[in-house]
Nanobody, 123 residues
Framework: VQLQASGGGLVQAGGSLRLSCAAS????????MGWFRQAPGKEREFVAGINWSDPSTYFADAVKGRFTISRDNAKKTVYLRMNSLKPEDTAVYYC?????????????????WGQGTQVTVSS
């Protein structure tokens, strides 16, 4: 599976962005998809994940109520809609795919990674 993230950019606080992650390869619909982010000097942290079946979703507390995650299996694409953005959301955002049955929140539980897209939120 190859992943290509896009949609990052510069936005003012309170604004919105939608990130996309396009996948290539077979069996996309069976993978758990996740979004992570990494700010300078910080560890990569889980943001949101979506299962392949329900689809059930899970969010980090820091983004709950502001971000939504969705997927289109026919287009092999997962989306992260980010609303009410804050300066602390500034980071490089990565999409990832996991073979696990449930939504993992640790980076080592994901098998494939995209290249990352920069999100910068100005105050």
């Amino acid at each position: 599976v190859q992943l290509q993230a896009s949609g990052g950019g510069l936005v003012q606080a309170g604004g919105s962005l939608r990130l996309s992650c396009a996948a290539s390869g077979r069996a996309f619909s069976t993978y758990v998809m996740g979004w992570f982010r990494q700010a300078p000097g910080k560890e990569r942290e889980f943001v949101a994940g979506i299962n392949w079946s329900d689809p059930s979703t899970y969010f980090a507390d820091a983004v709950k109520g502001r971000f939504t995650i969705s997927r289109d299996n026919a287009k092999k694409t997962v989306y992260l809609r980010m609303n009410s953005l804050k300066p602390e959301d500034t980071a490089v955002y990565y999409c990832a795919a996991s073979n696990r049955m449930v939504i993992p929140t640790t980076p080592f539980s994901y098998d494939y990674w995209g290249q990352g897209t920069q999100v910068t939120v100005s105050s």
